[in-house]
T-cell receptor
Framework: SAVISQKPSRDICQRGTSLTIQCQVD?????MFWYRQQPGQSLTLIAT?????????ESGFVIDKFPISRPNLTFSTLTVSNMSPEDSSIYLC???????????FGPGTRLTVL | GDSVTQMEGPVTLSEEAFLTINCTYT??????LFWYVQYPGEGLQLLLK?????DKGSNKGFEATYRKETTSFHLEKGSVQVSDSAVYFC????????????FGKGTRLSVIA
């Protein structure tokens, strides 16, 4: 299995500012995924981050708003830029590993934008 | 594209009642199917999975059978406990390997003593 940690666990931010969320995995993984879970909603994939290449964004998400870094095989960051209250969500980092098809999730970063 | 449809919640049951949460899917090929659980204030955890037709996943008294003919993966438990109160997500992956899961909207379960 993979153990994933995220920082910060929660934050309250002002409109117009940016927040960078860190994701650390205890083993090397090829792909890392970033999801958003809006209040009372399901998980929506933001982007897939492959080490050494540009992240691939899902429809409705753009690099200028959610820049992602993937400097090595155990670490990634997601930045939420120019935040608005609509960005208030839980942001989750995820990887596949271990038993085939198993996907593991970090504890999430709960973001509130005022 | 691939999608997962879950029964809408919230679901409220008394302790020891029988639980069914319906899940159907649309996918190309033969997806792997999953149930994840999110307990209050905690992260998402894998509950069970099935990777081919007629497989039954089970864990902690929960079961789900991969039904290809009805494209379903309903979650069941014979006798729920208060500690089962959580949000349950059905999910699929249509291609094995490093591809992300597609999630249903989640079903909130509340079990009362």
């Amino acid at each position: 299995s993979a153990v994933i940690s995220q920082k910060p666990s929660r934050d309250i931010c002002q409109r117009g500012t940016s927040l960078t969320i860190q994701c650390q995995v205890d083993s090397q993984v090829t792909m890392m995924f970033w999801y958003r879970q809006q209040p009372g909603q399901s998980l929506t994939l933001i982007a897939t981050a492959n080490q050494g290449s540009e992240a691939t964004y899902e429809s409705g998400f753009v690099i200028d708003k959610f820049p992602i870094s993937r400097p090595n095989l155990t670490f990634s960051t997601l930045t939420v830029s120019n935040m608005s209250p609509e960005d208030s969500s839980i942001y989750l980092c995820s990887v596949t590993g271990g038993a085939r098809d198993t996907q593991y999730f970090g504890p999430g970063t709960r973001l509130t934008v005022l | 594209g691939d999608s997962v449809t879950q029964m809408e919640g919230p679901v409220t049951l008394s302790e020891e009642a029988f639980l069914t949460i319906n899940c159907t899917y649309t996918a190309t090929g033969y997806p792997s199917l999953f149930w994840y659980v999110q307990y209050p204030g905690e992260g998402l955890q894998l509950l069970l999975k099935a990777t081919k037709a007629d497989d039954k996943g089970s864990n902690k008294g929960f079961e789900a059978t991969y039904r290809k003919e009805t494209t379903s993966f309903h979650l069941e438990k014979g006798s729920v406990q208060v500690s089962d109160s959580a949000v349950y997500f059905c999910a699929l992956r249509s291609v094995s390997g490093n591809t992300p899961l597609v999630f249903g909207k989640g079903t909130r379960l509340s079990v009362i003593a």
